[in-house]
């Protein structure tokens, strides 16, 4: 392991790390009240002296900033000239508008440094070769992100992009990479494609998959039912990760698998309850972000929308830093139904855990009387038609309450996946009172 991409930093306790980042925050904020047009208004309608910003508690007293006031003030965030932006990206806009992030050279060298910390941490080294299963253009960061780390690591790349499973197992066989990089659901279209033609895959090479955009792990850190089909399958590790274009920072499990780990260098970490305070560990709270050594669009208090737990005791791989457990969901895409929350993910988890069920996107609308609808659309070849009743007693047993069910082909469930543009696959459509696919 290169020492280098394992900082001390992560193997200090919270203490230590806890004043390591009050000094960076005080970098941070000066730097926003003097560059950024967006920050510097904030602290000065709210008379915040930032002088006075020591503890990382006292950021509690400087209000949160979401997704909307991105959206609206975009360009208000960026603290640098024009010609100093080397990469314009934007987000897959799946809670509205597409915001556009601004980065510098410098920011491109700290995703760098970021994605070979965390491939580290995902047991990488120099001795691998990743084949990456994502798009690297649309101005989508990740593909990006991933290539970036991996040249940094010293490991090999091999840019293939997504989809195509007939190429996908073309270029394993020909360069034998040990690793792939994939939303984990294609994992499980590459193997329905080599059993298919009759490829060996347990004999390709492939020990281990960084997997990005889906969730496989439940809360309590078991493999969740999309991890339990792939791991049927095929015996290779899963590293489960998550990140977001605006926090330019990933969270990536190691070996141990409970939870990706945080790096302090990079983002300081808060979670927050409906009322903005601190929810305390064991708690579900919404991850809100401040980004640190950001040169182009840096970002304070920042409220992904994202809802998960936290974890404070040291893993046994050696991290010391907190772990965030798995996303149960977005708050903007939690579902009232019949007295019960839901977030997608655990419909996701039900639906995945059906093996005559190829593919599915899930529906939620608002009906006659006001509350919030679920419809199932799910793709399969089988017509037996007692499947619904199968289908409706999985949801029952799992969340006490059963959607609409609706069947339809695979084809057709595809097409309604993958509009013509989009850069992943879409399994939620909202269509309360602000349609949109999620």
Same mark, same amino acid.
């Given at each position: 392991? &290169?020492?280098?991409?394992?900082?001390?930093?992560?193997?200090?306790?919270?203490?230590?790390?806890?004043?390591?980042?009050?000094?960076?925050?005080?970098?941070?904020?000066s730097? $926003?009240?003097?560059?950024?047009?967006?920050?510097?208004?904030?602290?000065?309608?709210?008379?915040?002296?930032?002088?006075?910003?020591?503890?990382?508690?006292?950021? $509690?007293?400087?209000?949160?900033?979401?997704?909307?006031?991105?959206?609206?003030?975009?360009?208000?965030?960026?603290? =640098?000239?024009?010609?100093?932006?080397?990469?314009?990206? %934007?987000?897959?806009?799946?809670?509205?508008?597409?915001?556009?992030?601004?980065?510098?050279?410098?920011d491109?060298?700290?995703?760098?440094?970021?994605? /070979?910390?965390?491939?580290?941490?995902?047991?990488?080294?120099?001795?691998?070769? +990743?084949?990456?299963?994502?798009?690297?253009?649309r101005?989508?960061m990740?593909?990006? /992100?991933?290539?970036?780390?991996?040249?940094?690591?010293?490991?090999?790349?091999?840019?293939?992009?997504?989809?195509?499973?007939? $190429?996908?197992w073309?270029?394993?066989?020909?360069?034998?990479?040990?690793?792939?990089?994939?939303?984990p659901?294609?994992? !499980?279209?590459?193997? #329905?494609y080599?059993?298919?033609?009759?490829?060996?895959?347990r004999?390709?090479?492939?020990?281990?998959?960084v997997?990005?955009?889906?969730? !496989?792990?439940?809360?309590?850190?078991?493999?969740?039912?999309?991890? @339990?089909?792939?791991? #049927?399958?095929?015996?290779?590790?899963? +590293?489960?990760?998550?990140?977001?274009?605006?926090?330019?920072?990933?969270?990536?499990?190691?070996?141990?698998?409970?939870?990706?780990?945080?790096?302090?260098?990079?983002?300081?970490?808060?979670? !927050?309850?409906?009322?903005?305070?601190?929810?305390?560990?064991?708690?579900?709270? #919404?991850?809100?972000?401040? %980004?640190?050594?950001?040169?182009?669009?840096?970002?304070?208090?920042?409220?992904?929308?994202?809802?998960?737990?936290?974890?404070?005791?040291?893993c046994?791989?050696?991290?010391?830093?907190?772990?965030?457990?798995?996303?149960?969901?977005?708050?903007?895409?939690?579902? @009232?139904?019949?007295?019960?929350?839901?977030y997608?993910? /655990?419909?996701?988890?039900?639906?995945?855990?059906?093996?005559?069920?190829? &593919?599915?996107?899930? #529906?939620?609308?608002?009906?006659?009387?006001?509350?919030?609808?679920?419809?199932?659309?799910?793709?399969?070849?089988?017509?037996?038609?007692?499947?619904e009743?199968?289908?409706?007693?999985?949801?029952? /047993?799992?969340?006490? =309450?059963?959607?609409?069910?609706?069947?339809?082909?695979?084809?057709?469930?595809?097409?309604?996946?993958?509009?013509?543009?989009?850069?992943?696959?879409?399994?939620?459509?909202?269509?309360?009172?602000?349609?949109?696919?999620?």
């Amino acid at each position: 392991m &290169n020492p280098a991409f394992f900082p001390e930093i992560e193997r200090k306790p919270l203490a230590d790390i806890k004043t390591f980042q009050e000094k960076i925050l005080k970098d941070l904020l000066s730097y $926003l009240g003097a560059n950024s047009l967006y920050y510097s208004r904030l602290f000065r309608e709210h008379s915040i002296d930032i002088s006075k910003i020591l503890r990382l508690e006292d950021l $509690l007293n400087i209000p949160v900033t979401d997704k909307a006031q991105l959206q609206q003030f975009n360009n208000d965030f960026i603290c =640098v000239p024009g010609n100093r932006i080397v990469d314009y990206i %934007t987000t897959s806009g799946t809670l509205g508008d597409p915001v556009t992030m601004a980065m510098t050279d410098r920011d491109l060298e700290r995703l760098a440094y970021n994605e /070979a910390l965390s491939f580290t941490c995902a047991d990488g080294s120099v001795d691998d070769i +990743y084949q990456l299963m994502t798009t690297m253009d649309r101005r989508f960061m990740a593909g990006m /992100a991933y290539f970036l780390g991996i040249r940094k690591l010293g490991a090999s790349i091999i840019r293939v992009g997504n989809g195509i499973p007939e $190429l996908q197992w073309d270029t394993i066989i020909r360069f034998k990479p040990n690793a792939i990089i994939c939303v984990p659901s294609f994992i !499980l279209k590459i193997i #329905e494609y080599a059993e298919q033609n009759g490829i060996d895959y347990r004999s390709s090479g492939i020990t281990k998959a960084v997997c990005i955009g889906e969730p !496989l792990r439940s809360p309590d850190m078991k493999p969740n039912a999309l991890a @339990k089909r792939i791991l #049927e399958k095929w015996q290779i590790q899963l +590293y489960s990760t998550y990140a977001s274009t605006e926090m330019a920072t990933t969270f990536a499990e190691c070996g141990v698998g409970t939870g990706g780990h945080h790096h302090p260098e990079l983002i300081i970490t808060e979670f !927050l309850d409906d009322n903005n305070k601190p929810v305390h560990e064991g708690e579900a709270g #919404e991850l809100t972000i401040s %980004t640190l050594g950001v040169e182009g669009m840096p970002l304070l208090r920042f409220k992904t929308g994202d809802v998960c737990y936290h974890y404070t005791e040291p893993c046994a791989c050696g991290r010391t830093t907190i772990r965030l457990g798995p996303i149960l969901g977005r708050k903007k895409q939690m579902i @009232k139904f019949k007295g019960t929350t839901i977030y997608p993910p /655990a419909l996701f988890d039900i639906l995945d855990d059906i093996p005559y069920i190829s &593919n599915y996107y899930i #529906e939620v609308c608002t009906n006659d009387i006001g509350t919030d609808e679920i419809i199932i659309n799910a793709g399969t070849e089988n017509e037996n038609p007692e499947i619904e009743k199968d289908v409706k007693d999985h949801f029952r /047993a799992r969340l006490r =309450v059963a959607p609409q069910v609706r069947f339809m082909k695979p084809d057709e469930i595809m097409k309604a996946q993958c509009p013509e543009g989009n850069r992943k696959p879409i399994k939620f459509f909202d269509k309360r009172n602000n349609p949109g696919p999620f």
